[in-house]
């Protein structure tokens, strides 16, 4: 059973940060599949970053993972803005890969402005983690974490992490939601059961 816990922020932290001020993050570890810039860009559109102007350089990076392991994931945010982070992982398409994060929103002078968005709470896949890094200030440094890798074998896995952010208005390209995403090659445990939770890899 899914269930979603909505995330609220205080109204204390809408009051200090600039309606049109954006969010930025970087994807430090694993290498992102995008050449990013300093701030992260490009990085609004689903599934995996890039703009409608400017769809990203790809880096040709391929992280190899051990399945049935956990995974470092470290992130810098590079403009900051209250909200909460979600990894996903898609096996044979980014057709696999969940929808943005559902916001709520509030009317202001311009526009629709987020407030709060769904978390999945336990996550079930294809989402390994979500709401992490919850925050109404600023990081101090980069924030990491790991999280559990399903016992699969993956060729072209597509890791994606994505920033909520609250108090944000609407943007063209990525609404509420800016996005990264990692190329994994997952090699199986064979001490381990494959984890049926996720689709066998297409030949």
């Known amino acids: 059973m899914r269930m979603f816990w909505s995330l609220l922020f ?3 932290s809408a009051t200090v940060i600039a309606p049109q001020a954006s969010a930025h993050f970087k994807l ?3 290498a992102s599949w995008l050449q990013e810039d300093p701030k992260g860009d490009p990085q609004k559109m689903a599934p995996c970053g890039g703009t409608s102007a400017n769809a990203g350089t790809p880096s040709g990076a391929v992280n190899k993972v051990q399945g049935g392991e956990k995974l470092h994931i470290k992130l810098q945010e590079t403009v900051y803005h209250p909200g909460f982070y979600r990894v996903a992982l ?3 398409s980014r057709d696999e890969l969940p929808r ?3 916001a709520k929103t509030e009317p202001s002078a311009n526009g629709p402005r987020s407030v709060s968005a769904a978390i999945q709470y336990p996550p079930t896949p294809p989402v390994l983690a979500d709401g992490l890094f919850m925050h109404v200030a600023k990081f101090a440094t980069e924030v990491e974490t790991d999280v559990d890798i399903p016992n699969i074998n993956c060729s072209k896995c ?3 992490i994505v920033e909520f952010m609250a108090s944000h208005g609407l943007n063209k390209d990525g609404d509420y939601t ?3 995403c990692a190329v994994l090659q997952i090699s199986a445990n064979p001490s381990k059961p494959i984890d049926t939770r996720f689709p066998a890899e297409k030949p």
Do not use: F, G
Request: glycine content about 0%; proline content about 11%; overall charge negative.
């Open 10 to 12: 205080v109204s204390m």
């Open 28 to 30: 430090l570890e694993p």
């Open 90 to 92: 898609a096996v044979n």
């Open 100 to 102: 943005d994060p559902e």
């Open 158 to 160: 597509t890791l994606q």
């Open 178 to 180: 800016y996005h990264h």
